[in-house]
């Protein structure tokens, strides 16, 4: 690792050095990858083009008042840019370049892989396998390894699922609960051979039910037993435990979309749309306006309220069926003056 | 004399929202709404318990995102003025009511909580974990931890390393915020696969949780059910199975008590009800209706909904307090009667479920923990460690792997729409691993950016995004934060190995991801 590093630093250090030399992008860009786009974002300000030398040998092709641009665009260049600021991509590399196969438990019965190979790892098996590389078909092979150290060859049994040419990740039915699995992703040849490209890790799925293994020091007999495990499922103590099991699934469907961390409120618009097909809904609203002095006092059915500085004032009610009277009474600031209007609102819905 | 313990677990949790980049997020009104409606509710229970002397014991899992957003200055200063807007648009509403009483009374008495949540908050130095502290250090409560950035512990198997940090980091941060180091963990989603425990003791953890399958699957047959506790094999973590009876009573939609047509309506908010131009300035500022908490309705049962009276809704709480705390010793004498011996029943919820989903709940378990107190003698309430410490001797088994998600394992967050994710979040792992690996001491520039690095990874690593992804709606947000969480943590990657760390862009992300500031990036090993 350090050597790579230092490699690097090497490399670095050689570029930096060229660029002294000759700042001609062509140059950089052959020396490295990293210092690429920086150059490459320098030409194509000042030349609009791919690289210098493109518009050097074609200068007939030059478009009207271009240089001009470049001119000026290089008048305002600052040289900032020589390490310009790297653009954080948008999206998730498509691979990593490895060999990898990850398996993992969902459930009981089901398992998910997903998988990546290597570029040169398949051109190194089109190379080995020549024309059969093309005539076999991709595989899985699912080995039950369940309590033993799996070598390749000492799986209790295994099955082979056929999968999409192009796939890269696959659910599969183990077809046994409480069992260890290993997964390798390859290639059946025409003649039957298997050829392994990644093989994945162990795991093991949890039993469907409870345990057959009892603990001596912790005995309990089979009926007692039962019937605690049914008020484990909560449906009390008769239920037998099948049947909790169904009703349990059918909770849990509920129980774990209510689990979510502040997300009721996230899906309320949306729940809302969906419960109702076609509805209305209608209200009224008073908004009760006027002007006074600034500095009177104002009361509206009795009650004071607040002036803007202008004197201005806005009130908003909910306006429910039925009459509404409404004094506004003003008082001068000297309190030598009172005006009182009234109006009067009855709504009435039909 | 008593017969049976019960044991309520609260778990809270939000993902780490935080955006200083945006004036206005939607998403961290995840955090303001959960503070108004369930932690400073139930605060308020608990102050009101204390000063009432009332003996009671609660266990509560603060996740470590969680406590970092309630102790981060800018959220607070942001929680601060959405309450401020809360207030202003509650004084508005008492005034248009006016001429209905049943809805004034309403806007009336939401104006006083929020005035209220206001003055807890700042009482509390705006840092509520101060007050759950305190409930702590009163012996009254005990919080757990959970993982650093509630990972989902059975998808991330093949990242040890990962699990490692996890768990590690989220100790470290509890004992700097609590004052002393967590006994028990919340496994997220009570995700568990037999072995963990073992990174769990390597921490210090003495007990977990799991769903009920995760005891009553484990092998040997746990004699008891899930009525006791048992030990892990190999590691004596203690493990704690979910009772389903009495967790059914509180969270089902059909006989779950939030469902009674007394109770408030969720879905009906004036953010959504009332006129626009009116409701604007309390709404994103982008014109989307949001919740703002204040809602007129009951449930009712039908789609004519009714205005929602409180006092009626309180008798009701008290009512269903009663009936959980009969069913509870009914449970218990049957079980003590059963077992020979005194059960433990373990009733596990989303804090989240108090409050902020059921209005009523914090009233709820106010009313039940006194009924405890004073009206009978069958139940005791316990916290795990008390548990462990009255009753040493349990039996030895491996727990099953299990969860209490949708359908008891992994479904909810291995499916179509999330199973993309795993192969970038084990990649950024393993490369965390050679990270660590070939950087094993540094400092200054490289040692930030490798500490940025793992913060970056966590975050990646919550399964609040799976869980989004998984349940179909405004997946956009879950999508992107996990895009640009592992994005950065590549571009990290490279400069360090490339020994060509930009230390603006740094600065800027440190500054953007600013969880856990004294994390140590070895941890991930």
């Given at each position: 690792m350090t050597i790579i590093r230092r490699i690097k630093a090497k490399l670095k250090e050689m570029v930096e050095k060229n660029?002294?030399?000759?700042?001609?992008?062509?140059?950089?860009?052959?020396?490295?990858?990293?210092?690429?786009?920086?150059?490459?974002?320098?030409?194509?300000?000042?030349?609009?083009?791919?690289?210098?030398?493109?518009?050097?040998?074609?200068?007939?092709?030059?478009?009207?008042?271009?240089?001009?641009?470049?001119?000026?665009?290089?008048?305002?260049?600052?040289?900032?840019?020589?390490?310009?600021?790297?653009?954080?991509?948008?999206?998730?590399?498509?691979?990593?370049?490895?060999?990898?196969?990850?398996?993992?438990?969902?459930?009981?019965?089901?398992?998910?892989?997903?998988?990546?190979?290597?570029?040169?790892?398949?051109?190194?098996?089109?190379?080995?396998?020549?024309?059969?590389?093309?005539?076999?078909?991709?595989?899985?092979?699912?080995?039950?390894?369940?309590?033993?150290?799996?070598?390749?060859?000492?799986?209790?049994?295994?099955?082979?699922?056929?999968?999409?040419?192009?796939?890269?990740?696959w659910y599969i039915d183990s077809g046994g609960s409480g069992r260890s699995w290993c997964v390798d992703y390859g290639l059946l040849l025409p003649d039957g051979r298997f050829i392994t490209i990644v093989r994945s890790n162990t795991v093991t799925t949890p039993i469907e039910g409870p345990s057959w293994i009892t603990d001596e020091e912790w005995m309990i007999p089979e009926e007692m037993f039962a019937r605690l495990y049914g008020m484990g499922f909560g449906l009390?103590?008769?239920?037998?435990?099948?049947?909790?099991?169904?009703?349990?699934?059918?909770?849990?469907?509920?129980?774990?979309?209510?689990?979510?961390?502040?997300?009721?409120?996230?899906?309320?618009?949306?729940?809302?749309?969906?419960?109702?097909?076609?509805?209305?809904?209608?209200?009224?609203?008073?908004?009760?306006?006027?002007?006074?002095?600034?500095?009177?006092?104002?009361?509206?059915?009795?009650?004071?309220?607040?002036?803007r500085p202008d004197g201005t004032f806005s009130l908003r009610f909910a306006l429910p069926d039925g009459k509404q009277v409404i004094p506004v009474k003003g008082i001068s600031a000297d309190r030598q003056e009172e005006r009182v209007i009234t109006p009067i609102v009855t709504r009435e819905t039909k | 004399m008593h017969k049976g313990y019960l044991c309520l677990v609260l778990h809270g949790h939000l993902p780490f929202v935080r955006h200083p980049e945006?004036?206005?997020?939607?998403?961290?009104?995840?955090?303001?709404?959960?503070?108004?409606?369930?932690?400073?509710?139930?605060i308020l229970v608990f102050e009101k318990l204390l000063h009432d002397k009332v003996d009671f014991r609660l266990t509560m899992s603060l996740s470590p995102t969680l406590m970092s957003m309630l102790m981060d200055g800018l959220l607070q200063e942001r929680y601060s003025k959405h309450i401020s807007r809360l207030i202003e648009l509650a004084h508005k509403e008492v005034e248009r009511t006016r001429w209905q009483h049943e809805f004034?009374?309403?806007?009336?008495?939401?104006?006083?909580?929020?005035?209220l949540a206001r003055d807890t908050f700042e009482k509390y130095g705006r840092n509520l974990i101060n007050a759950f502290r305190?409930?702590?250090?009163?012996?009254?409560?005990?919080?757990?931890?959970?993982?650093?950035?509630?990972?989902?512990?059975?998808?991330?198997?093949?990242?040890?390393?990962?699990?490692?940090?996890?768990?590690?980091?989220?100790?470290?941060?509890?004992?700097?915020?609590?004052?002393?180091?967590?006994?028990?963990?919340?496994?997220?989603?009570?995700?568990?696969?037999?072995?963990?425990?073992?990174?769990?003791?390597?921490?210090?953890?003495?007990?977990?949780?799991?769903?009920?399958?995760g005891v009553l699957h484990g092998t040997p047959r746990p004699k008891y059910g899930v009525f006791a506790p048992v030990y892990c094999k190999g590691t004596g973590v203690a493990c704690f199975g979910r009772d389903l009876e009495s967790s059914k009573q509180v969270w089902s939609s059909i006989e779950g008590y939030p469902g009674d047509y007394f109770y408030r309506e969720f879905y009906r908010d004036i953010g959504f009800d009332l006129d626009y131009e009116y409701i604007k300035p309390y709404i994103h500022p982008d014109g989307v209706r949001i919740n703002t908490g204040i809602k007129y309705y009951r449930i009712t049962g039908s789609e004519d909904k009714q205005p929602y009276n409180p006092h009626i809704a309180r008798d009701k709480a008290a009512a269903h307090a009663g009936n959980?705390?009969?069913?509870?010793?009914?449970?218990?004498?049957?079980?003590?009667?059963?077992?020979?011996?005194?059960?433990?029943?373990?009733?596990?919820?989303?804090?989240?479920?108090?409050?902020?989903?059921?209005?009523?709940?914090?009233?709820?378990?106010?009313?039940?923990?006194?009924?405890?107190?004073?009206?009978?003698?069958?139940?005791?309430?316990?916290?795990?460690?008390?548990?462990?410490?009255?009753?040493?001797?349990?039996q030895v088994?491996?727990?099953?792997?299990?969860?209490?998600?949708?359908?008891?394992?992994?479904?909810?967050?291995?499916?179509?729409?999330?199973?993309?994710?795993?192969?970038?979040?084990?990649?950024?792992?393993?490369?965390?691993?050679?990270?660590?690996?070939?950087?094993?001491?540094?400092?200054?520039?490289?040692r930030r950016a490798l500490n940025q690095a793992l913060r970056e990874l966590l975050l990646a690593q919550s399964s609040d995004w799976a869980f989004i992804m998984g349940t179909g709606t405004h997946i956009s947000y879950a999508v992107k934060r996990t895009k640009d969480h592992i994005l950065r943590f590549l571009r990290l990657y490279e400069d360090i190995n490339g020994n060509s760390i930009d230390q603006e862009w740094l600065s800027d992300i440190e500054n953007k991801d600013n969880i856990f500031p004294d994390i140590d990036y070895r941890v991930h090993q």
């Open positions: 660029k002294k030399i000759s700042p001609t992008p062509k140059t950089a860009v052959t020396a490295s990858r990293k210092t690429a786009p920086a150059t490459k974002s320098i030409s194509e300000r000042i030349f609009g083009r791919k690289t210098t030398k493109q518009v050097q040998e074609r200068p007939k092709q030059e478009f009207l008042g271009e240089t001009e641009v470049s001119v000026g665009k290089a008048k305002f260049y600052t040289g900032q840019v020589v390490r310009a600021p790297r653009v954080m991509p948008q999206e998730l590399p498509y691979q990593y370049d490895r060999d990898r196969n990850i398996l993992q438990v969902r459930d009981p019965w089901w398992l998910h892989c997903y998988w990546e190979v290597r570029t040169a790892t398949w051109e190194r098996l089109k190379y080995e396998l020549k024309d059969d590389f093309y005539r076999a078909q991709k595989v899985l092979r699912v080995y039950d390894v369940t309590s033993i150290i799996f070598d390749g060859t000492n799986a209790h049994r295994f099955f082979d699922i056929q999968i999409n040419e192009h796939a890269t990740n009390g103590r008769s239920s037998p435990v099948g049947k909790a099991w169904q009703e349990r699934v059918r909770r849990q469907l509920y129980s774990g979309a209510m689990a979510s961390p502040g997300l009721a409120s996230m899906a309320s618009p949306v729940k809302k749309a969906k419960e109702r097909k076609f509805w209305m809904v209608v209200n009224t609203e008073l908004i009760l306006y006027g002007a006074t002095e600034p500095d009177a006092t104002v009361y509206v059915q009795d009650r004071e309220i607040k002036l | 945006h004036e206005d997020f939607l998403e961290e009104d995840w955090l303001y709404e959960a503070i108004t409606e369930t932690y400073i509710p139930l004034q009374s309403l806007a009336i008495s939401y104006l006083n909580n929020f005035c305190s409930f702590q250090d009163a012996g009254k409560i005990e919080i757990i931890t959970c993982a650093a950035t509630h990972g989902y512990f059975p998808l991330m198997d093949v990242c040890r390393s990962s699990l490692r940090a996890q768990v590690k980091v989220a100790v470290a941060h509890y004992e700097k915020a609590l004052g002393r180091k967590p006994a028990g963990i919340w496994l997220p989603e009570c995700g568990y696969v037999p072995g963990h425990d073992e990174i769990l003791r390597e921490s210090g953890i003495r007990y977990f949780i799991t769903d009920s399958h959980f705390m009969f069913n509870r010793e009914k449970q218990v004498e049957y079980l003590f009667d059963f077992m020979k011996k005194k059960p433990m029943i373990l009733s596990p919820y989303d804090a989240e479920l108090f409050g902020h989903w059921w209005y009523e709940g914090p009233s709820w378990l106010d009313f039940l923990i006194r009924k405890i107190a004073f009206d009978q003698k069958t139940i005791r309430m316990i916290t795990p460690s008390e548990y462990l410490y009255e009753n040493p001797r349990n088994i491996t727990p099953s792997l299990s969860s209490w998600g949708w359908k008891g394992y992994s479904e909810m967050w291995l499916q179509g729409a999330n199973d993309w994710i795993y192969r970038h979040l084990h990649e950024t792992s393993f490369k965390m691993n050679e990270l660590v690996k070939s950087f094993s001491n540094t400092d200054g520039l490289a």
